[in-house]
Nanobody
């Protein structure tokens, strides 16, 4: 089963940038569409950005133009470059398939906190 490990989160001031990394296990990574998700306290998990096996990207309306998703298949890694961060971007960020795999495939996520 595919497993995901996220890293790169932290505390940043509004307007700042962070780059998140998602490392996935499994030899089928390059055939898998991957998404970055986020979950803020009291809110439902939402898809922030997705990248297909062919490299086609899509973004949520709230991050379009500020975030960039990319992948390096030989490293089994997907990145999320986040620029112009705002306090409303504060959340735990997780990666998974797009659509997600089963419950057991979710990692711990990485916390992003944006101060005003």
């Amino acid at each position: 089963q595919v497993k995901f490990v996220e890293s790169g989160g932290g505390l940043v001031q509004a307007g700042g940038s962070l780059r998140l990394s998602c490392e996935a296990s499994g030899r089928t990574f390059r055939f898998t569409d991957i998404g970055w998700y986020r979950q803020a306290p009291g809110k439902q998990r939402e898809l922030v950005a997705g990248i297909s096996r062919a490299g086609v990207t899509r973004y949520g309306d709230s991050v379009n133009g500020r975030f960039t998703i990319s992948r390096v298949n030989v490293k089994n890694t997907v990145y999320l470059q986040m620029n112009s961060l705002q306090p409303e971007d504060t959340a735990v960020y997780l990666c998974n398939g797009d659509p997600p795999f089963g419950f057991a495939s979710w990692g711990q996520g990485t916390q992003v906190t944006v101060s005003s």
